[in-house]
């Protein structure tokens, strides 16, 4: 039996910052902890700015997979608020 599974690179975030510059599709963020009002919002941005809004601003589960199948244009922008341990997944482009 073959099974199909979907293979992301990744990274791991504690605080706001650029993922990737350029292209890519977001596969999701799995919460591994989250206390002090935990906020995270995702940008379309090749740098730290928040001018393109992709994810709007949510309060992250700690435990949980949260699949964001979304593609993104000139980068990947997270915006940490409270407490948040993450990993992203994410393809380049």
């Known amino acids: 039996m073959n099974h199909v599974t979907q293979a ?10 650029n993922i990737r510059a350029g292209d ?8 591994s902890a989250a206390t002090g009002t935990p906020t995270i919002a ?3 941005d090749a ?26 244009v000139n980068g990947l922008n997270i915006v940490i608020g409270g407490t948040v341990s993450a990993t992203v ?3 380049a482009g």
């Open 47 to 72: 740098a730290d700015g928040v001018g393109t809004l992709l994810v709007d601003e949510f309060t992250p589960t700690p435990g949980q997979w949260i699949p964001l199948p979304f593609a993104f």
């Open 8 to 17: 992301y690179s990744y990274r791991h975030v504690s605080a706001s910052g």
């Open 42 to 44: 995702i940008y379309d």
């Open 24 to 31: 890519g599709v977001l596969g999701g963020i799995f919460v």
């Open 89 to 91: 997944g994410f393809t």
